[in-house]
């Protein structure tokens, strides 16, 4: 059935657009070019968050920061494994699921740390990425109430996470 549903849509578009008396090529080619316009009036703020990400990563601050909350804290080894996450995950998805892939395949997909790495993906959100891609997209210029909401509910789904992994699963 799956094989039939894209051609099937497609079918669909084009009834609908014969009924409604519209050229589909000439509204795909519109569509294509508004397209097009967003993407080069978003991408410097996607590449340049993109960069930040990969000298993050390259720099090892990210390992630095979690040898030192593992010096900090009681049991501080269990948040330097998550520190990679805590950090990646407000910024790019994509990096925090490469964390989580990381935590889960070197700890076993049942260990404490994947469980709570898991729910720090579930619970939290890309908040950088949004703000860069849909704010940057619709010319919203105003934007720090809304950084300081999204990081606050990050730190409360992160510390969350730890919560209630540590109640549920440990």
Not at 48 to 68: H, P, Q, R
Not at 107 to 123: E, F, K, V, Y
Not at 134 to 153: E, N, P
Request: aromatic share 12%; hydrophobic share 50%.
């Amino acid at each position: 059935m799956t094989n039939f549903v894209l051609p099937l849509l497609i079918v669909v578009c084009l009834l609908f657009a014969l009924i409604k008396k519209i050229n589909p090529f000439d509204s795909f080619i519109k569509g294509a070019k508004d397209g097009l316009g967003l993407f080069t009036s978003i991408f410097p703020s996607i590449l340049g968050m993109f960069v930040a990400v990969t000298m993050l990563k390259a720099s090892g601050l990210i390992e630095d920061f979690g040898k030192l909350l593992g010096y900090l804290i009681p049991n501080g080894m269990y948040f330097a494994t998550l520190t990679p996450m805590m950090i990646f995950r407000p910024l790019s998805g994509s990096a925090s699921i490469g964390v989580l892939y990381n935590v889960c395949s070197s700890n076993g997909p049942d260990s404490l740390l994947c469980r709570t790495a898991s729910i720090m993906q579930a619970s939290t959100d890309t908040t950088f990425y949004i703000i860069t891609l849909y704010f940057t997209s619709v010319k919203v210029t105003k934007w720090r109430h809304s950084l300081q909401a999204g990081l606050i509910s990050d730190f409360i789904g992160m510390i969350s996470a730890i919560i209630l992994a540590l109640l549920f699963f440990s």
